[in-house]
């Protein structure tokens, strides 16, 4: 095969991001050049621009049997009628869901996501191709994307951006139907803002990024970061994610039945969807208003009022009056949508009002978190009891195939249910995970480890190249119990909780018999200075203590920091502030990768814990004062570790195999894989919501 063609056919299988969690292509293209691939962070359309001819020339006779497998996998995959859509929940098939996210964490090669919002979106949106429910994800292209984090000498954060090359990502541009680039024209107050729109293929499903052309940056600083700027730029970036992105699906000719706004940031789309339908049908507000809301779904995240996006009511007419002529509507009726209390001339706009007010279907993402949720809202019902708050909840799921580590993919086999498999047939096949061969799952499980501590050591050497400091990298132990602890660095998730009572937790982490070793990795928001100072609390930790080779902080986190955490650790860790944490997938993931969770009884947890899947921090009790609760909750964590956690690692036989330890492993996987996976909760979404929502059910009863 000639080096061009070979060339031509990674590029193709590479603008399908299928490829992010079937990883056959990311082998052959590590077969071609490993060391490219790792350098241009696992980018397929990046490695095909910049890898020699030479090295494909060498490489083609021996991968051209696995690219030719690929695209006919590809191909079979795409081409297949019988998922679980069009078994179980035909209707969604081609209902034209428009899904709406401010991020989406689909892979590290498009880097426009911060965290568990985006890693969520990405994930709804493969198992809506998995499922061949009809989904087309909607966002921005933020030309910096998120921020690269550095720490400097001194334990501070620091931050850089990427300038994107759309040219280098697995994007392409839409076009018009005259050849010419798709502009969306998107009206702000008295300016335009021209957006280019992008289409990313994701399995069966498309994603569609706008991308202003000329943010005006004197006005509008930060404006190509994902949640960069002041107000008046996130203002901006929701009336392009809502109002663009809504006229984006119209123009490339998708009329969405269904309408689901991850967040309240693109609640704009709803007014625009009620303009549309007004100037289309010549309808009254109230009645476009109504008809719209109906197929309106609103997914709420945030259990903490403060976290809720607001803005000044004055500055918001400013910039929503071409949207407000179209709607007719007086200053007074807009306003009202985003404040609980109406009548209060100064109340900010909330985004989260605004749509649940436009929205006929809302729910939260636990089962906690709803209780949270219709307590917390339930003034926008003051007639209703709290019971009767209209707020449910889909708890959330994480796609199995991008999360697993492909060692144990191997392991599980057959014993994992299929993409598309329904809950019956999923919970029997998981059922077969009860009888792993414990030597098998604990002779990766400890290669995976052993690759962790590698990488760890590599990112402390690194970092302190570059900032040319002599210090030798972390010394972890292989054999040691190694918990990890990663996530958004934020004052409720409460990092430093194990190091509150520092003398007992020393003699944890430093006992010869049986030690403890802790790996946190996490980044702060680039304006949240006390979250900073918790990065810098556990540098400070690990260096005046005598702790360097017992805790180490991973710098630079990201998704693929996460999945080799989430691989090679035992125990993961999690210890929000109970009822601060809406869900929490990240404890989901390590489930599927044979790690066990200790979290305090929040988010999902709550309901998924039980003594033979994992650890329980506390009782779920809450007190008023939150330093009494954070002491109560640091005494239990380190009640839990010493007599529960560690005694059950370190007990071993002859062999030196923990077998009762790998019964908690694999009762967690056999009870929660299949429950706490991202296809049981689209499907969740298609039957209880979706289906609603475009009115589609056969039947439906109303108290």
């Known amino acids: 095969m000639e080096t061009i063609q070979l060339r031509e056919r990674l590029e193709a299988l590479g603008s399908n991001l299928w490829w992010s969690w079937d990883h056959r292509l990311e082998t ?34 021996a991968v051209i049997a696995d690219v030719m497998a690929i695209e006919d996998a590809l191909s079979a995959y795409m081409a297949d009628t019988r998922t679980w859509a069009a078994r179980h929940c035909h209707s969604v098939v081609s209902a034209a869901i428009a899904y709406f996210s401010p991020e ?9 996501y911060s965290g568990g919002l985006g890693v969520l979106a990405g994930d709804h949106l493969k198992s809506c191709s998995d499922l061949g429910v009809g989904a087309v994800g909607v966002s921005l292209l933020y030309r910096h994307g998120y921020f690269r984090q550095n720490v400097l000498a001194d334990g501070w954060q620091s931050e850089t951006y990427d300038d994107l090359d759309p040219s280098r990502l697995p994007i392409s541009r839409v076009l018009a139907r005259d050849g010419q680039p798709l502009v969306i024209e998107i009206p702000l107050g008295e300016q335009r803002i021209d957006a280019d729109l992008w289409r990313v293929q994701v399995g069966r499903c498309t994603l569609l990024l706008l991308d202003p052309r000329d943010w005006p940056e004197q006005v509008l600083p930060g404006a190509h970061r994902l949640y960069g700027g002041d107000r008046a730029t996130r203002l901006a970036q929701e009336i392009v994610l809502g109002i663009g992105g809504y006229r984006a699906l119209r123009a490339i000719g998708v009329r969405p039945r269904t309408l689901h706004m991850n967040e309240g940031h693109s609640a704009f789309a709803a007014f625009e969807a009620i303009a549309s339908l007004m100037e289309e049908s010549r309808l009254p507000f109230d009645d476009a208003a109504s008809d719209v809301a109906s197929s309106v779904v609103f997914t709420t995240h945030t259990p903490v009022e403060a976290g809720h996006d607001r803005f000044d009511p004055d500055t918001l007419l400013a910039t929503l009056a071409p949207l407000q002529k179209r709607l007719g509507i007086d200053d007074e009726r807009l306003l009202s949508y985003g404040r609980v209390h109406p009548e209060k001339e100064r109340e900010t706009f909330c985004m989260t009002v605004c749509a649940m007010k436009l929205a006929r279907h809302t729910n939260a993402v636990s089962s906690l978190h709803g209780h949270v949720s219709r307590r917390m809202w339930k003034s926008l019902w003051p007639r209703a009891s709290e019971l009767d708050v209209p707020i449910g909840h889909v708890t959330n799921g994480v796609h199995c195939r991008t999360w697993l580590a492909p060692e144990l993919e191997a392991v599980y086999g057959s014993s994992l249910a299929r993409d598309g498999s329904d809950a019956v047939e999923a919970a029997i096949a998981h059922r ?26 590599a990112n402390a050497r690194s970092r302190y190249a570059r900032l040319a400091i002599e210090h030798p990298a972390p010394e972890l132990d292989p054999e040691a119990l190694t918990i990890g602890l990663a996530r958004r660095f934020a004052l409720y998730k409460r990092a430093l909780l194990p190091f509150r009572d520092l003398e007992r937790a020393r003699a944890l982490l430093l006992n010869a018999e049986r030690p403890v070793q802790f790996l946190i990795a996490g980044k702060a928001h680039p304006a949240d200075e006390p979250a900073k100072k918790v990065i810098r609390g556990v540098l400070a930790l690990a260096r005046d203590h005598g702790l360097e080779n017992r805790v180490a902080f991973v710098e630079g986190y990201d998704q693929i920091v996460s999945r080799k955490m989430l691989a090679g650790c035992d125990l993961w860790l999690n210890v929000p502030r109970r009822p601060h944490e809406a869900c929490g997938t990240s404890g989901m993931k390590a489930v599927l990768n044979g ?9 999902w947890w709550d309901e998924a814990w039980d003594p033979e899947v994992g650890f329980a921090v506390g009782n779920g009790s809450v007190h008023a004062d939150p330093d009494v609760q954070d002491e109560r909750d640091s005494v239990a964590l380190l009640d839990v570790l010493e007599r529960e956690v560690v005694p059950l690692f370190y007990r071993r036989g002859t062999d030196g195999v923990p077998r009762a330890w ?42």
């Open 28 to 61: 052959v293209l590590r077969r071609i050049d490993a060391g490219l691939w790792e350098r241009i962070r696992h980018n397929p359309t990046a490695f095909v621009r910049d890898v020699t001819s030479e090295r494909l020339e060498g490489a083609a006779a």
């Open 104 to 112: 989406f964490c689909i892979h590290e090669s498009l880097p426009i």
């Open 432 to 457: 077969e995970l009860l009888d792993l061969d414990d030597e098998r799952l604990w002779t990766v499980k400890r290669q995976l480890k052993k690759r962790l501590v590698a990488f760890v050591a």
């Open 595 to 603: 790690t066990l969770n200790c979290s305090t009884l929040d988010g």
């Open 662 to 703: 790998l019964a908690h492993v694999k009762a967690a996987l056999a009870r929660l894989g299949y429950r706490y996976n991202s296809d049981r909760m689209v499907g969740d979404y298609a039957t209880l919501l979706y289906a609603p929502a475009a009115g589609t059910v056969s039947a439906e009863i109303r108290r």
